[in-house]
């Protein structure tokens, strides 16, 4: 037995029975901010170029983001140069702030100012690690050393901002700090570094500075840090003064529930990437947030819906790959290739269209592939799991045909058979080459070579249907007519005239089927022989050419099988 597990300590909640937390409701989208160009692309094997970064960020504002964090100006030439080429070139819509992010030393925060001159609107971001370990370990100080660093930071950014603003009257610039790691901190101490920082910078109502909570390294379940954050909303001396901020990582894989919890418990503001590259495990992944919030039925203020375009960016600009399950981007999560979930969705997508219903509801799709810009066509993929529903929505939704539910099992179990056979998933087109050549290619043994059709009135209110015509039957031309009372019951007396007669009918349905400006009808017969019961469909022009041909088509279909058993004998 693995006994590792014993060298690690478990996380120490704080004790806080005050929330309120768990009342909550999400009902708005917090702001935003876009950590991509920064925390993102730090944790990249080859961070992006000057390039890729102006490219990312256009697509960060096409989706929406007013906030985007673009970079470490004072950590390499390219994360300068970036900035630089974004504020010259004009680049940076009006709505729109820049972040740059600076550790508390003075000789960054000086490099830092002087790489945002001239930017219209600004987060000046600086930080400090404010955690017990990182105390002890990274800077071999106490909690006043620690506050030292911040207030320091606070004063020279003060000052250097007031001169900024002197020298750029247009400029509008706000700070923000993170005391980092804040979950490894003890809230009381989070508290207090922050109160001091907003009054160092001078903080007031009118004029907030954001402070950013991070979960650095996520260290325990979201209600942990869903406690912390609230215990600092709520004790905040200046409360008043800040604009709440949470930046939380996704360690143990549940960044998404930390953020909402987060958001929950008082976060106004929310740091991310959109498919949560970041450090380590990653940030919070924004798009999932904002997705998350529209499935609800609330306005996430970002637009996904050109999902697709998105993700070519990323990968891209990033050499990452968004994951085939990852939340509402991956290529395989609006598809469904067991047989009971397809038989739901294609129930579920029906009843929307019959019954125009206002609100979303389909099984298994939480929400419309459409709004990502995905197409239905993906959504029920034919494989060896898959079910009859299955079969039946890939020929409505790709072909127009409209099965009827009788036939369901028969075309279902031909499919699945196939895809036994190849041991793979089938494409839409394989399902309708095998529904012609079952279905709509069966010319043998019978093929009908010439007819005629016609009715009269025998009394006003009674019309009686004539068939005349010519069966071939492998090879033998077979004259043959009848009379009922529509084309079907005409061309089964028609049959039963030259001994044709085993075969009775069972059900028949048609519907109209338009390929490309040419329209025609379908008609699905079931006859049945002896106890078993098989489909034959026609498809023609006239309606009722096309239930004869269905007839046929079903007849050939029982003789094919008849001949294969006993050639199997
Ligand atoms: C959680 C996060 O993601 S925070 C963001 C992290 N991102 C990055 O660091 C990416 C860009 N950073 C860099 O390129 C470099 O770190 C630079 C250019 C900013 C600084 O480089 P250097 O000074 O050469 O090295 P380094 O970052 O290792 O500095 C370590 C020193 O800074 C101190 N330090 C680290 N962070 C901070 C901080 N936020 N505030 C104050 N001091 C800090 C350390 O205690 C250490 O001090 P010491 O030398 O007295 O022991
Ligand atoms: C600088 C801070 C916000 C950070 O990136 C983190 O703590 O993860």
């Not at 529903?389 to 409505?396: D, K, Q, R, T, V």
């Not at 190849?422 to 399902?431: F, H, I, S, T, W």
Request: hydrophobic share 40%; with cysteine.
């Amino acid at each position: 037995m693995n006994k590792g597990y014993k060298k690690y300590l478990p996380f120490q909640p704080i004790r806080f029975p005050e929330r309120t937390w768990p009342e909550k409701v999400i009902d708005r989208a917090p702001v935003w901010c876009s950590v991509d160009l920064r925390d993102g692309n730090q944790a990249l094997v080859t961070p992006m170029n000057l390039h890729q970064k102006v490219v990312f960020f256009k697509t960060l504002v096409e989706i929406g983001f007013k906030e985007i964090e673009v970079g470490f100006p004072s950590a390499s030439e390219t994360e300068y140069e970036t900035l630089r080429y974004l504020i010259d070139e004009h680049l940076i819509p009006d709505d729109v702030t820049v972040q740059v992010l600076v550790q508390a030393r003075a000789h960054l925060i000086e490099k830092t100012f002087e790489a945002i001159r001239g930017a219209k609107n600004v987060i000046v971001h600086f930080y400090n690690s404010t955690s017990t370990l990182q105390r002890k370990v990274v800077f071999d100080t106490d909690m006043e050393g620690v506050i030292g660093i911040a207030m320091d930071a606070a004063r020279l950014i003060r000052q250097l901002a007031d001169k900024m603003r002197e020298e750029y009257p247009e400029m509008n610039l706000r700070f923000e700090y993170s005391p980092e790691s804040f979950s490894g901190t003890e809230v009381e101490n989070a508290v207090r570094i922050c109160d001091d920082v907003l009054e160092a910078l001078g903080a007031t109502p009118e004029d907030k500075t954001i402070i950013n909570l991070p979960n650095t390294v996520e260290l325990a379940t979201p209600n942990c840090f869903a406690d912390q954050v609230e215990y600092v909303a709520t004790h905040l001396k200046h409360r008043d003064c800040a604009i709440l901020s949470i930046h939380p990582h996704n360690d143990r894989g549940t960044a998404t529930a930390a953020t909402e919890l987060g958001v929950m418990a008082g976060a106004e503001r929310v740091e991310g990437t959109v498919f949560g590259n970041g450090e380590r495990t990653g940030n919070c992944d924004i798009m999932n947030l904002a997705m998350n919030l529209y499935a609800q039925g609330v306005d996430p203020k970002l637009d996904f819906t050109n999902m697709n375009h998105i993700k070519r960016v990323y990968e891209e600009c990033t050499h990452m790959h968004v994951h085939e399950r990852h939340p509402y981007a991956g290529e395989l999560v609006f598809t469904a290739f067991s047989g009971s979930h397809q038989d739901a969705i294609h129930k579920g997508v029906t009843y929307m269209a019959k019954t125009g219903a206002a609100h979303w509801a389909v099984p298994y799709l939480p929400i419309d592939p459409a709004d990502l810009g995905r197409q239905y066509e993906p959504i029920i993929r034919i494989n060896s799991q898959s079910g009859k529903g299955g079969a039946a929505f890939i020929m409505h939704r790709h072909f127009g045909y409209i099965l009827p539910k009788q036939m369901h099992p028969e075309f279902g179990a031909l499919i699945q058979e196939v895809c036994n056979r190849e041991g793979r998933e089938l494409k839409a087109e394989e399902v309708f080459r095998i529904f012609q050549r079952e279905y709509l290619r069966v010319h043998a043994p019978y093929d009908l070579k010439r007819y005629r059709l016609f009715e009269e009135n025998e009394k006003l209110d009674r019309v009686v249907v004539y068939f005349d015509g010519v069966l071939s039957c492998n090879g033998r031309n077979i004259q043959l007519s009848g009379r009922g009372n529509g084309p079907i019951d005409a061309f089964f007396k028609a049959l039963r005239s030259v001994g044709i007669t085993a075969y009775k009918f069972v059900s028949y349905s048609e519907h109209a089927i338009s390929t490309g400006a040419d329209s025609q009808a379908v008609s699905y017969i079931e006859l049945s022989h002896g106890d078993e019961t098989m489909f034959g469909v026609g498809l023609d022009h006239n309606i009722s050419l096309s239930s004869i041909k269905g007839i046929i088509c079903a007849i050939n279909r029982f003789e094919r099988r008849a001949q294969a058993e006993k050639q199997e004998k």
